[in-house]
């Protein structure tokens, strides 16, 4: 497929998203939004695919939202707005569906919708110089999409502090609300993003996968019926071929050889 605002790489196991719109700090457009969640769930769709990087080109990684759609929308009629709404809410419904591990590597700026993708990446690794920060209420908005996300990652007194105050924090900052896991110096972020990518790319796909399953199944589910539901999926581990060759590879004392079965 051609895109027209994101890049799509694969090297190795790795495939590398990157938002393509540097000149406008990468916004989440209608279209950018739509090829984004295409390419997540191209890579999420090859087997051989085990991590999916996601940045941004330039010095942002994502300004969130475009300003000149939203105008857009003050003359569009409320079917209309609901619809394309629901279609928009794909994108960040994508990171509860997939089976492949979406890792953040966020380069620079990544406000009101940027923030909401780092939200929702399994893991986020950021550089010291980016900034974060929920401003729609600068604009009479609501991150009304992302919330969930963002509430997920931080608690939410901390959601309902950022989202009232419209403020921008550091990427340290954002490390102690646990909305990124790592900061790394700027000049080092893509290389510790791939060594993190790969590390993860090493393990049994299929253990990922249940792995992920068992996380967002469950986080809603009765504690009780959560200890069945686990039941089952370490069911199928044990019975599995990655399994059996995980247990061998470690008393030979060599890499596993994981097919994900």
Not at 85 to 100: C, D, M, N, Y
Not at 212 to 234: G, I, P, V, W
Request: hydrophobic share 45%.
């Amino acid at each position: 497929m051609n895109y027209e605002t994101i890049l799509y790489e694969v090297s190795g196991n790795v495939a590398k998203i990157t938002l393509n719109l540097p000149e406008m700090r990468n916004p989440l457009t209608e279209k950018s939004a739509n090829e984004l969640l295409l390419a997540i769930r191209k890579a999420d769709d090859d087997s051989a695919i085990r991590a999916i990087v996601l940045t941004g080109a330039g010095k942002a990684f994502s300004a969130g939202g475009n300003l000149k759609e939203f105008k857009k929308n003050l003359e569009k009629k409320a079917p209309e707005l609901y619809f394309e709404g629901k279609a928009s809410t794909e994108l960040f419904k994508v990171g509860a569906e997939i089976k492949t591990p979406l890792i953040a590597s966020v380069n620079g700026p990544a406000l009101g919708g940027g923030t909401g993708l780092v939200a929702m990446s399994h893991l986020a690794i950021a550089s010291t110089e980016v900034k974060l920060g929920l401003t729609e209420l600068k604009l009479g908005l609501v991150p009304f999409v992302i919330m969930p996300w963002v509430r997920r990652a931080i608690g939410d007194r901390n959601m309902m502090e950022l989202m009232l105050t419209a403020e921008i924090i550091s990427a340290q900052q954002a490390k102690d609300l646990n909305l990124v896991h790592r900061v790394v110096e700027h000049d080092e972020l893509d290389a510790e993003t791939m060594k993190l990518a790969k590390q993860v790319a090493s393990f049994s796909p299929l253990a990922v996968q249940l792995s992920l399953d068992a996380f967002y199944t469950t986080e809603q589910m009765d504690l009780m019926k959560s200890f069945d539901y686990l039941t089952n999926l370490r069911l199928v581990s044990f019975m599995s071929e990655d399994l059996r060759e995980g247990a061998t590879a470690f008393l030979e004392k060599r890499r596993p050889n994981w097919t994900g079965k």
